[in-house]
């Protein structure tokens, strides 16, 4: 909402010192947001004057255009007294005129720098203004033409043309649609500086009679209040006054013709949107209804429309002429040839304009008022005041007839306990001060002991329950006097074992040389397709939002792959010659129950609708990904560097999996969308925590991934589960330890995970560490056998074994292996 300070003046006695920037500050400070502060003439510098036409001549060029060669009036401006010369080419105007005159040394706005220079065989020192050279408007057809008076010769022209003026821009709140007028901000800076306020709509208005245009309203909950006034014999031709104009376009408006500038005027000033129709267009009485089903109306913008039976229309005996509220229609516009205008101010239901409005992809100046709430019983003052200024600018004359329909909704009433403010605030408030902060909103205010009644000003439809009147108190008395009070803790255990957990995953995959990201969570079907995920894939079957941010990712995301992919693969594409991403973050699996309940807000639910709501909550389970491409040992005097595998996913799961006292089973899987030959399953116990290896290569071409990246993706929630709370600390004994190496020949299919398992369980409690290094198949083992060689590491805490105790360990544990694997020791 744009405010010309002068225009706020005008219903309110600031002080006189009082600065644009100091009233900006106390408004903002009530709850008006400043956008901006607007001083149209700063970007003009130099002479601006006002200047008197004396000669005009004109003169024809060869190029076919004519230009005048005037000579101005502009007093002493210009140092001598004499007339100045200047070439013009418009053609609006006469001598004796009054124009606006920029002599040389000046700026206007864009940098333009005014100077004598010649031209078209004259010395032209200076230049005769249009609007849009002052930054005033798109009119560059004509110079602007003062009336007569605006002005002596010579005299500054930035007062005359209002660049003298001063505009705070507010970004205004939903819920306080009454400062979207001046009727509104200029109460807010009466309050500001506890000034005189005079309310623009408090004047003597024509009582009603059944002489006015009829007017039924059949849905008076859409419309409470319809008022109608005619005037006739006004002039389409008449100027909008320049001062209103000039009003209307501070404010952010454009001036059009005087009709149509008066309805805008008074919605501005008092925020009561107006309407206006060509009387001699209307046919019959006027009806206010809601439209049938597949009923149209071409709106003024020219769109054919079809009507739903939510929208309010109004009516005449030829049909729809309107949509309520929003927007007239084609058939009864105002033109340059109307001279009877019949002037509608109604009040509507803020819903139904709020919903016609996006139902109808409608925004209007009107509209935003109308479906935030106006005051409405200001209906008969705003329709006085619009047919005020068509009678005295348009030459119009009021015809006899007030129509009034309805009664404004009676004004609800709030009870609050006087130190509620207080308690809420922390401020010291008395009961005197909360009722007579009330009462300067607006509020009548009864006492009954500790007990106050307020009853809500029409213009504040937003004051609703006792606490909206606590802050009402809270802004007045100044949030900038609300005491900082540092919260005492409560007395609690630290962290939770779930933070603690989490913060040990994060040190560990740092230490292990990732890097944390957050991703995107939404994805759509593109990111599935380069997954490569079946039709079928339980991971393609998704949450989808009901109003997403993007319409190519409408959907919570099944996993973290996609978004950290792309992560990698755009820190790849900036020069990085190696990547290492984790992310932990829920993913959301839909539980296919139906919709969740939807509850009023005026109690609290009871146990049974909670755990409606619970269950039709998607499962959210917290989930951890990383990504490993490119370099993951860099190359240099020290050897060779080593690209990024599937081992070194698993290798990370691994350390992971130590740090959080878990033993971690690593299976071969095949599964989307790793490699299908180089996936590990990874579970504790019976419980599958995910997987991890090689992605596929057309995975890692559709992501723009290095070839042969790897990557893991874990049920975090299931693997914090079987978690210890606190890692065991390593044993260490002071006796040495005795080195076996085994080599067993396998069946090819046997898993060496599975060989390690049957040597610890045959090795016994003597066995320190055991570790393969070594795989071999050829033809020393036989086609379809390998080779596994082990080491195997024994100690004891209290003594140092003897060879015929690692012997026997060692023995045990190879006739375990060949029980359970069919393992032959190699010789």
């Known amino acids: ?127 005769i203004c249009s609007a849009r050279e002052l930054g005033l408007g798109e009119d560059h057809e004509g110079i602007i033409v003062l009336p007569e008076g605006a002005g002596e010769p010579g005299q500054s022209a930035f007062g005359v043309l209002g660049l003298d003026e001063e505009v705070i821009e507010f970004e205004i709140n939903p819920d306080r649609a009454y400062a979207l007028s001046l009727r509104g901000v200029a109460r807010e800076a009466a309050l500001a500086y506890d000034a005189a306020y005079r309310d623009p709509t408090q004047r003597e208005v024509p009582p009603a009679d059944d002489q006015g245009h009829p007017v039924v309203v059949d849905d008076p909950t859409g419309c409470p209040v319809f008022v109608a006034r005619t005037v006739s014999g006004f002039d389409p031709a008449a100027p909008t006054p320049d001062w209103m104009a000039r009003r209307i376009q501070l404010a952010g408006m454009r001036p059009i013709s005087l009709a149509v500038d008066v309805t805008n005027y008074v919605m501005l000033e008092t925020g009561r949107p107006i309407h206006g129709y060509d009387a001699d267009k209307l046919q ?20 054919d429309r079809v009507l739903s039976p939510e929208d309010l229309v109004v009516t005449d005996d030829s049909g729809i002429i309107g949509l309520g509220g929003v927007m007239g229609g084609e058939a009864t516009e105002m033109s340059a040839t109307t001279t009877r205008v019949l002037v ?83 401020m010291d408030i008395d009961t ?107 991971r393609r079957h998704t949450v989808r939002l009901a109003n997403p941010l993007s319409a190519e990712e409408p959907s919570y995301t099944t996993t973290l792959l996609p978004g950290l992919l792309k992560a990698a693969a755009r820190n790849v594409g900036r020069g990085a010659t190696g990547v290492a991403l984790f992310e932990t973050g829920t993913v959301a699996f839909p539980v296919d129950r139906g919709p969740a309940p939807i509850y009023g807000v005026d109690r609290r639910p009871t146990a049974e609708e909670l755990a409606a709501l619970v269950d039709a909550l998607p499962l959210q389970p917290l989930h951890l990904a ?60 019976e419980v599958v925590l995910g997987h991890a290896g090689e992605l ?58 599975d060989v390690g398992s049957a040597l610890r369980e045959g090795a016994g ?25 082990f080491a195997l590491r024994f100690r004891a805490p209290d003594r140092t074994l003897t060879e015929d105790e690692t012997a026997a360990a060692r023995d045990a544990a190879v006739a375990r292996a060949a029980e359970l694997t069919g393992a032959t020791q190699r010789s």
């Open 1 to 127: 909402m744009k405010t010309p300070v002068s225009w706020i003046r005008e219903y309110v006695d600031l002080p006189a010192d009082v600065t644009t920037e100091a009233l900006a500050a106390e408004l903002t400070d009530l709850g008006l947001k400043l956008e901006a502060i607007e001083k149209p003439g700063d970007q003009i510098t130099g002479p601006l004057v006002v200047g008197r036409v004396l000669t005009m001549e004109p003169e024809p060029q060869k190029n076919g255009k004519t230009i005048n060669w005037c000579t101005v009036d502009v007093g002493d401006a210009n140092g001598t007294g004499e007339p100045q010369g200047i070439v013009c080419g418009a053609h609006n105007f006469a001598p004796g005129d009054l124009v606006v005159v920029v002599l040389p040394g000046a700026v206007l706005p864009g940098d333009f720098a005014i100077s004598a220079r010649k031209t078209y065989g004259h010395l032209s020192a200076g230049m």
């Open 765 to 789: 409690e003597l066995l320190e560490s055991l570790r393969l290094f070594d795989v071999y198949t050829g033809e020393q083992v036989g086609e379809g056998r390998k080779s596994l060689a």
């Open 284 to 303: 019959g009485a006027i009806r206010v209804r809601r439209a049938e089903p597949g009923e149209r109306l071409t709106t003024l913008d020219g769109t």
């Open 696 to 753: 596929h290569p057309k995975v890692c071409k559709a992501f723009g991934l290095p070839a042969r990246s790897a990557a893991v993706e874990l049920d975090l929630d299931a693997l914090l589960r079987t978690a210890v709370d606190v890692a065991p600390a390593p044993e260490f004994s002071t006796y040495p330890v005795a080195k076996e190496d085994v080599a067993l020949v396998v069946d090819a299919s046997v898993r060496a995970a």
């Open 626 to 685: 990383v990504v490993l491409a490119g370099e993951r040992e860099r190359a240099g005097w020290w050897g060779a560097g080593r690209e990024a595998g599937w081992a070194d996913a698993i290798a990370v799961v691994r350390r992971l999996a130590d740090e959080l006292g878990v033993e971690l089973t690593v299976d071969a899987e095949a599964r989307t969308p790793w490699h299908p030959g180089r996936c590990a399953r990874l579970s504790v116990g």
């Open 344 to 426: 509608e101010a109604a009040h509507w239901d803020a819903v139904s304009m709020f919903r016609t409005g996006k139902r109808h992809k409608i925004s209007s100046e009107a509209g935003k008022r109308n479906e935030r709430g106006v005051d409405p019983t200001i209906c008969e003052a705003a329709a006085d005041r619009v047919v005020e200024l068509l009678t005295t600018y348009g030459g119009a004359t009021a015809e006899p007839g007030v129509t009034v329909v309805g009664t404004p909704p009676a004004a609800g009433s709030i009870a609050v306990d006087a130190d509620l403010p207080a308690r809420v605030t922390g």
């Open 432 to 538: 005197a001060t909360t009722v007579a902060h009330l009462r300067a909103v607006g509020c009548e205010v009864v006492e009954d002991g500790g007990r106050l009644t307020a009853t809500v000003p029409p213009w504040r439809p937003d004051l609703a329950d006792p606490f909206d009147l606590v802050e009402e108190v809270a802004r007045i008395v100044g949030y900038r006097n609300v005491p900082s009070v540092l919260p005492t803790p409560g007395a609690g255990r630290g962290l939770t074992r779930e933070q603690r957990l989490r913060r040990r995953v994060g040190r560990t995959l740092a230490g292990a040389g990732c890097v944390e990201v957050l991703s995107f969570p939404f994805v759509g079907d593109a990111a599935f397709d380069q997954l490569g995920l079946a039709a079928d894939d339980p």
